[in-house]
């Protein structure tokens, strides 16, 4: 985990193959204040304030005479604040010095700058290929997608994959890592959503033995066992935010300290996180910190949901029928036309069940689109209980049958069915085992 991984990568760059292009890439936009509706392209070093000359010159009486400075690099536009009086703020964070790859605001007293990339005249040829690692995919966004990932792999910098669930965030995780100078070593898996809160930091940085009730033996922890190697965050929009900026410090220094250990350890990871959240929002909400996600968001790549390539149904439908053992199904011209038409809200995950499902079962009824309602028909006569008898048979009948369709509903993910019901997940574990219901 060196010093190069803090840098952000201009994705244009990255999906070219090749260094930032010469001339301006970016421009710069005073979009609030006495000043808005300015509007200049970034060249080499621009200096913002009340008294610059041959920059950016504000008459903002809340903007310090040399404010500001904006410097563009290759690997984006550093931006930072020259000791001002009133400060540089970013998604409600104070910021001394940050390196941005994409659309970013800042706040200088009263007035707000956008910087922002300049749209570029150069075609982006798709890459010729349909897959990268395991994930599969011929539309021209997932080649472009392939593109990109193939060539960040080559990078240390940190990606992050935003997307919905389902999509294969896990399976692209894994291919960058494979694709990357690590390929050969670790590549270790982190379900921020999945550990109980409490135990979220053993997990990550581990524990000395005897550091709490419980701990009879060492942990060394998922950072420390993805040393020389890659760590996936899945769901990182998760991690407590009590827990983030000791995430922030261990990535910011290299090294980890175990629960219950003084002793700092050495760490080498290369970090690849995932969320199906807004994390920007998430930010300005105050329940994700600014400085880890600028930390994370290196290379951020937005992960397309399937029925954005429906052409790739056929494709991965193809290839799950011959996961089962069943590469000779008669995907016939009718059922190819109602997988394409059908929305797929649980993505790639839902259309693996439903071929399962079909195998199982010779179902092949696509689910409707409609929202989850539930109806517990009388399926016996509850007069002779007692009010109390009668209402925990309902309550019974009710959990089991809300489940099954939330479970459908969801491509039987226990972390969106929790979500979406607003329970903990451990709790939605033990409902499922007590009505004998499965997720995954």
């Keep these: 985990m060196g010093a190069s991984s803090t840098e952000p990568l201009s994705p244009g760059a990255l999906a070219e193959g090749r260094p930032a292009t010469r001339g301006p890439r970016f421009r710069v936009v005073v979009e609030m204040g006495p000043d808005a509706r300015q509007d200049l392209p970034l060249e080499g070093t621009l200096l913002v304030g009340t008294q610059v000359e041959g920059g950016l010159k504000l008459s903002d009486p809340t903007v310090s005479r040399v404010h500001l400075e904006l410097q563009a690099r290759p690997e984006g536009v550093r931006v930072r604040d020259v000791g001002s009086r009133n400060g540089t703020w970013s998604l409600g964070v104070r910021i001394h010095e940050v390196t941005v790859a994409g659309e970013a605001r ?3 007293g009263k007035t ?17 290929r349909t897959s990268f690692g395991r994930a599969l995919g011929q539309s021209a ?6 593109g990109v990932l193939e060539r960040t792999a080559r990078s240390s910098f940190s990606v992050l994959l935003l997307g919905e669930t389902g999509t294969g965030k896990e399976l692209l995780a894994e291919a960058i890592h494979q694709a990357s100078p690590r390929g050969n070593g670790p590549f270790v898996i982190v379900d921020c959503g999945a550990v109980v809160p409490s135990l979220i930091e053993s997990e990550l940085f581990g524990h000395a033995k005897g550091a709490f009730t419980g701990a009879h ?19 990182v929009g998760e991690l407590p935010l009590e827990l983030q900026p000791k995430l922030l410090r261990v990535l910011e220094s290299g090294t980890v300290r175990r629960v219950g250990d003084n002793a700092q350890r050495d760490v080498d990871v290369r970090v690849v996180a995932a969320t199906h959240r807004d994390l920007k929002a998430e930010v300005a909400a105050g329940r994700f910190r600014a400085d880890l996600y600028y930390r994370l968001a290196v290379v951020p790549v937005r992960v397309p949901a399937l029925r954005e390539r429906a052409e790739d149904i056929p494709l991965l439908a193809r290839h ?7 590469p000779d199904f008669p995907m016939t011209d009718a059922l190819v036309q109602r997988l394409v038409a059908y929305d797929w809200p649980g993505n790639v995950r839902e259309l693996r069940n439903f071929v399962h499902r079909v195998l199982a079962a010779g179902e092949v009824e696509l689910p409707d689109e409609r929202p989850v309602t539930v109806a517990v028909p009388p ?23 809300y489940l099954t369709a939330l479970l459908a509903r969801c491509g039987n993910n226990v972390s969106e069915v929790a979500r979406t019901a607003g329970l903990a997940r451990s709790h939605v574990h033990g409902l499922l085992n007590r009505y004998g219901l499965k997720g995954s």
């Design 217 to 235: 033996t060492e942990r060394r922890g998922h950072l420390a066992e993805a040393h020389g190697g890659t760590v996936f965050l899945d769901e």
């Design 141 to 146: 966004v997932m080649q472009r997608l392939f």
């Design 379 to 401: 399926a016996e006569d509850l007069s002779g209980l007692t009010f109390k008898e009668a209402k925990e048979r309902m309550v019974e009948a009710f959990t089991r049958e």
């Design 106 to 108: 800042f706040t200088l």
């Design 320 to 326: 799950l029928f011959e996961q089962a053992g069943q």
């Design 112 to 128: 707000t700058l956008l910087v922002m990339p300049e749209s570029s005249d150069e075609a982006e040829a798709p890459a010729p």
